[in-house]
């Protein structure tokens, strides 16, 4: 898995939603509901970031591309500390 491309933010253009490194629909039942605590979504849930992009699209994107850079942050931190 290469970690030095932008699939974080392509991802977000197609709707994705990170969780630990892995990429799920923002729809999806298993996050939908679940509410993120990261800096940037501060207890947002995925379902409220689709209902911000319907009523402001940048705003919304922004925040899923955002969220998504620091879970693959995060997971790229926790991958590289299991190596050591
Ligand atoms: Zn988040």
Redesign the pocket.
């Known amino acids: 898995m290469s970690y030095s491309n932008l699939s974080w933010f392509l991802d977000a253009k197609h709707g994705l ?1 990170f969780r630990n490194g892995i990429p799920l629909m923002l729809n999806d039942s298993e996050v939908r509901f679940e509410e ?7 207890g ?1 849930m995925p379902q409220e970031i689709i209902d911000l992009m319907f009523n402001h699209k940048e705003a919304g994107f922004r ?1 899923l591309v ?3 850079l ?2 693959m942050q995060r997971t790229f931190q926790k991958e590289r500390l299991k190596r050591k």
């Not at 993120?36 to 501060?42: A, G, I, Q, R, S």
């Open positions: 939603y993120c605590n990261c800096e940037v979504c501060k947002m925040i955002l969220h998504n620091l879970d």
